[in-house]
């Protein structure tokens, strides 16, 4: 069974730093390329940054997040630098750049002073 459990979330000030952690279990991990995505109140999950070989980034959060993946840990993670408060959203972490499992619970990031 798939399992995707996103974590690393909370509350911090504009300028501020975070950095998610995504564990993934139950497929082969490996072989996909993987990516996160952000969901804010009222809005449609959009994709932010995927990696496969090389990381591919949305304009909007270029050259401030950093995603990178852990074959032999099956983990993804995004270092979240300079956050503004449009940051705000949960973020969850699946296949990309179309996604292929059931959604985790997401991990929720609040920017705000």
């Known amino acids: 069974q798939v399992h995707l459990v996103e974590s690393g979330g909370g509350w911090v000030q504009p300028g501020g730093s975070l950095r998610l952690s995504c564990a993934a279990s139950?497929?082969?991990?490996?072989?996909?390329?993987w990516g996160w995505y952000g969901q804010a109140l009222g809005k449609q999950r959009e994709l932010i940054a995927y990696v496969g070989n090389i990381p591919i980034y949305m304009d909007s959060v270029k050259d401030r997040f950093v995603i990178s993946r852990d074959n032999a840990k099956n983990m993804v993670y995004l270092q979240m630098n300079s956050l503004k408060p449009e940051d705000t959203c949960v973020y969850y972490c699946?296949?990309?750049?179309?996604?292929?499992?059931?959604w985790g619970q997401g991990t929720q990031v609040t920017v705000s002073s």
């Open positions: 139950g497929m082969d991990f490996s072989i996909r390329t």
């Open positions: 699946n296949t990309a750049p179309a996604w292929w499992f059931q």
